[in-house]
């Protein structure tokens, strides 16, 4: 993109106009190949805190930087992520992660991207490295982990190297802008099946829009507390492929609601580590297991859709009896 073209851009940013698909594409292929200054990105960030980023626009940009990642080719395996936007500010234990790994003990393929902690002291790659999980962008291990752990892990940066080029500008502004939302649409492996939570009801109906482009199996999911997955702390909103937005219960699962005290994740990388493999090895609180089973069981749902989420959420527990998850967690550790 030549620099008349990114200040044409802006411009019709600043007229209060929308980006089509093809032109926010446009727009970050050439941030992330270095070719816009600082001021221009700032100018960019700032236009889209100004005012809600549209679907095309995020598919756009999604779109660019998939075209920019290194690229990661898992074979003929059906594979979920399960992951969260971050920035719901809870301060819970690592629950989509652990989640992952119960999933993994029921047989089922997990392709999982993220990254450091955001809105708490420990993100997932920050656990997974404490734990001895080896980050790598090296596609051989990453299958060879999936082989042997129904498992593996992509490290954000890693396989973004674009966004080397917006770091030092969005440390310098200091405030969310539509980066923290495209975290989970950039998984570079490109699984066919998704779970993602978000902190802001506004998001749900934007992750749609995405995900139905994209083609993905999803289910788009938040607490109406405010939390970025299934807390069973209340009722949660979902919306899945096919579907409106419907809202569930805890005693969808046949739970009562649990206190949000019960999904705190302690104070330090040890202590969420210690919460991820007592749940794992069936020491870990009655309300930690169910929070962990609940999300494992949408996740195995979007493996068998015909399944309830009652039946699923049996299996998610009967792996926690077994150690099943537990053992993939080491397959992957050791």
């Known amino acids: 993109m030549q620099d ?59 779109e660019a930087m998939i075209a920019l990642a290194v690229p990661v080719d898992l074979g003929d395996h059906k594979t979920i992520d399960l992951c969260g936007t971050g920035g719901d500010g809870k301060d819970t234990f690592n629950i989509s992660t652990t989640a992952s790994f119960v999933v993994a003990g029921a047989g089922y393929k997990v392709a999982k991207h993220g990254n450091s902690g955001v809105s708490s002291p420990c ?77 802001s009801e506004d998001l749900m109906p934007l992750y749609q829009e995405v995900f139905e482009e994209m083609g993905s199996e999803y289910a788009v999911i938040r607490s109406v507390d405010g939390y970025d997955e299934i807390s069973l702390t209340g009722a949660f909103a979902m919306v899945r492929r096919g579907e409106t937005m419907s809202t569930y219960e805890p005693a969808t699962f046949g739970l009562d ?50 399944r309830s989420l009652q039946d699923c959420f049996a299996e998610a527990r009967s792996v926690i009896r077994s150690g099943a998850g537990l053992e993939k967690l080491r397959a992957v550790t050791n």
């Open 257 to 306: 609601p649990l206190e949000a005290s019960e999904l705190h994740g302690g104070n330090s990388i040890q202590d969420a580590a210690d919460i991820l493999v007592n749940v794992l090895s069936g020491k870990g609180t009655p309300g930690q297991t169910q929070v962990v089973c609940a999300n494992a069981a949408l996740a195995i749902q979007r493996f068998q859709p015909n």
């Open 123 to 199: 993100g997932s790659s920050n656990v997974l490295d404490h734990l001895g999980y080896e980050m790598t962008n090296d596609v051989d291990k990453l299958r060879d982990d999936l082989e042997k752990g129904n498992f593996c892990y992509m490290h954000a940066p890693l396989f973004h190297p674009a966004m080397k080029h917006v770091g030092a500008v969005r440390r310098g502004i200091g405030v969310k802008t539509f980066f923290n939302i495209l975290g989970p649409l950039l998984n570079p492996s490109q699984p066919g099946l998704q779970i993602t939570g978000v902190y």
């Open 4 to 62: 008349q073209n990114i200040k044409s851009t802006l411009e019709q940013l600043f007229a209060g106009q929308t980006l089509s698909m093809s032109e926010a594409k446009e727009t970050l292929s050439a941030i992330g190949q270095g070719l816009v200054n600082d001021f221009q990105i700032a100018s960019l960030l700032t236009c889209y805190r100004m005012r809600p980023i549209t679907g095309a626009e995020l598919a756009g940009f999604r």
